[in-house]
């Protein structure tokens, strides 16, 4: 499967890039806290297209803690064939903390900022200096079991569309 996060060059000299310029830095690390580990456990189990779109933003995100992706790349590349997949998952990370995203809606593309304090490709101290996005990681998205609050999640079960319908078990026919 191909990646389709894009990493955004940073126009300082990162002075522990490799000589190759072409070559891209294939790592990152998790802050093992215990926040970043429930939240990630809880994320994963709710909805694993989440989790796999934070690890795919961590491969591409840049010292600053950022990458870019078009939307129709992501969906092809996860299989996802509605939007509100798409959404929902980004909600759920965007809810938690552990990204924030910037849409860029003529071209369809998103910029996407990795929460420092959750992940990074460099080291704790160089990463807080050069992030982009280091706010805390929201602890009330979770409930006393670790798992995603319920009443978040109940909020996407319901579309707008189909709030004020209600079930007719009499077809009429």
């Known amino acids: 499967m191909k990646n389709p996060f894009t990493t955004i060059r940073l126009t300082n000299k990162n002075v522990n ?3 190759d310029t072409e070559r891209d830095v ?3 690390q ?6 970043t580990k429930d939240i990630l456990f809880a994320v994963g189990i709710y909805d694993t297209y989440a989790l ?8 591409a995100m840049n010292t600053s803690g950022e990458c870019e992706v078009l939307l129709a790349d992501l969906d092809a590349a996860l299989g ?16 938690t903390k552990l990204i924030k995203t910037v849409n860029v809606n003529k071209i369809g593309k998103m910029i996407v900022y990795v929460n420092a304090r ?6 704790l101290i160089k990463c807080f200096e050069r992030a982009k996005f280091k706010d805390e990681l929201n602890k009330s998205a979770l409930n006393s079991d670790g798992h995603i609050e319920p009443l978040w999640a109940d909020a ?7 709030k004020g319908k209600q ?3 009499d077809i009429p026919f």
């Not at 998790?30 to 926040?35: C, I, Q, S």
């Open 17 to 19: 890039a490799s000589a």
């Open 156 to 162: 996407f079960k319901n579309y707008e569309k189909n």
């Open 167 to 169: 079930k007719s078990n």
């Open 26 to 28: 294939k790592y990152f």
């Open 118 to 123: 959750a992940a990074s490709n460099t080291s």
């Open 30 to 35: 998790l802050f093992a806290n215990e926040l």
């Open 80 to 95: 996802i064939k509605q939007a509100r997949t798409r959404t929902k998952s980004l909600n759920l990370l965007r809810h």
């Open 52 to 59: 796999t779109i934070f690890q795919m933003a961590c491969y």
